[in-house]
């Protein structure tokens, strides 16, 4: 038989891979006899198999494809402990992390580089290089001259740890687990395998490097090669594009099924009648015979393949066959297409699909030797062009078996149509950004005691991709050792800076005049307005500065810019900060996102830097706590007045605020919230005063003798501080009576 002669043929030619191709010859001339038989070549399969086994099969890669790995080397789990005390008279909280090292075969041939990396079908590396997760990865492109991974030759030894040369793998170093489940996930990967989009004939010359290729330029995405010989693999395509194969002056030919540019079909000489018994009668007459087959009973034919439109997911496209009933051909095509590239392979095969069969049985008492199996030729008694499928030698003559070439008698090629791939959710692959920072402490809101400081963290990114940073404090505020305090989270604060400086307002009466530009760290945030009744509940507080603030108006000017007017001021009894503003100041929106920094943790927040590190820092970002005493200083006291007595003293009275007490109840008097009430009075600043009283009570009264010795150059105004246990309030100014 023919297969057995080719076989020999193409092994003697090319070694084993040679011989496969000659097995695809014969399989072409030995399906006209007894009938095909099903390849098992390349298939689709599912993206997310990911093996680790003895003997698995490594794929060839070709263009740029998605596909899973094996792993091939592994380390244990590492865990990690992380405790966190969750605030005063609260229990800490112990957390658990683990991390893994592997290293992960994609291709047996040698790859141009990674792209993206899927991890339980999520971004697990984004387009531009970055793992979403902590962790270090390094590939190998499987060139002959690629050194040992280092972690492994540390990890195994040098003697004991190949290089795996020829073979594409990638190691992870350290990766962390806890988005996954604690294990490793199960791994896909956008392979690189060549610079450019493949072709037919570059898959063909890479697996068979001495056959001559020509005419095969159908452009492909990609393929993937995982089982099976040479052969099978072009025996899959050949579903989608069919393949000649042919042997000629000892050089195997794979070419298109169609004639070779530049190479005139043979004209076969006349038929010539048998002399002895023949098959037919026609051909023991006239030397050959036609038949046609009836319609085949696919009407139309389909493309499965991996569409790159939607990250490689398997997709579907059918052509336009017949329109009376029959069966659908579906074409297994591990290949990477567009949808309109799988469309014209499945309306080419649809129309090819739509041709009854077309054979000649044809006897000849000579030939040319340059014709052989595969070669495409023309007979004096049938117009078009004809391929010999087989041929049998005998007595007294050569009866070839030819089939019409599908590239005449109007088969042609489909004409493009419409496509579309389908509704698709891709992963968001969000960049990661560098965090963003601000500590801060802010003043006592009534719960709790009041006696530690609340300080806060307000941390973001300039984007989604922004996954979050650990939290540390310097203690010692000069670099020294780190202390961790916590994560932020992943929800990201609205921070920012101010684009010009905030003018000073009365903080009794609403601002309506001042308007500040802020710009958000992130662009993809936005600011809300507040009716008057909301800001009152709390609504639209933000940090300015040392200033606290609300804000009724937020508008969108371009980008993360946003204008702010329509203010509250000074609340929280900062009123002491309205006139400190300068230009490129914090913005801060006081919300949930912040994060509460334990006391216990931070020491004395006037000399700690708050630290944080997250996957898109560089370097670790460290911030002061700015207005580190704002909670346990005592709020400055109002309504200042001097009065002038008849006598020529002056008597100073003033109102006194408590930490905490925000609500002003008629008929109720504030509380303290300090262990004593004691006041400093001083004329002049209470940092070099020319007179200083202390009193317990919100009076005192300056004699007229006290006020006459005053030197000429004093100042003409009192300052009064509240004393707290802890630190002395801003102070209060009053002028001197008239």
Known sequence: MATLLLTAVGTVFGGPLGGAIGALVGRQIDTAI??????????????????????????????????????????????????????????????????????????SRPIAGIGRIWADGNLLRGASGDLKVGGTLRIHLGHGDQAPDPLMVQAEGITHCPAYRGLAYV??????????????????????????????????????????????????????????????ALAVIADAVPIACAVSGGALKIHAAEPIAGISPVMLPGPAAANREAQSAEIKASGWSRKREPLPRFRQCGVRYYDVARDYQPGLQRGIGRSEQGDLQVIELPAALSASAAQTLAGNASRRAARPADTISYRVTEIDPAIGPGIFVQVPVAAGLWQ???WEWQQDGVLLALAASHATGGVGTATPIATDPGRFNAAADLLRTPTVLEAFALPWDGTGSGATPAAFAAAAGASAGWTGAALLADLGGDGGALTSIGSTGRTRARIGRTMGVLAPASPLVLDRRSTLDVTLAASDQALVDASLAQMLQGANRARIGNEIVQFASATPLSGSVWRLSNWLRGRGGSEWAIDTHVADEPFVLIEDALVRLDPALIGDPGTTRIVAV????????????????ATLRPLSPVHGNAALQSDGSVALTWIRRARGAWLWLDGVEAPLNEEFERWEIAVGESTAPVLRWQTTSATLTVTAAQIAGLPTAAPHYFTVRQIGRNAASKPLRIEFPA
């Open 34 to 107: 007894i009938g095909g038989r099903r390849v098992e070549g390349p298939r689709l399969k599912d993206l997310t198999v990911q093996t680790s086994s003895y003997g698995s099969a490594l794929p060839l890669h070709f263009g740029k494809m998605r596909a899973a790995g094996s792993v091939i080397w592994a380390t244990e789990l590492v865990e990690h402990k992380d405790t966190a005390s969750s605030g005063k008279g609260r229990p800490s909280v112990t957390s658990y992390t683990y991390s893994s090292s592997f290293a992960v075969a994609v291709s």
């Open 171 to 232: 190691v992870f170093e350290d990766l962390q687990l806890a988005d996954y489940g604690n294990r490793i996930p199960s791994l896909t990967f956008e392979i690189l395998a060549d610079t450019a989009d493949t072709s037919i004939g570059a898959i063909a010359r890479a697996i068979l490097p001495e056959a001559e290729v020509t005419n095969l330029d159908t452009s492909l995405a990609g393929f993937s090669i995982d089982q099976g010989s040479a052969g099978d």
């Open 614 to 629: 997250g996957l898109g820092d560089t370097a670790a970002v460290s911030v002061p706590i700015a207005d580190a005493g």
């Open 388 to 390: 010999i499928v087989q």
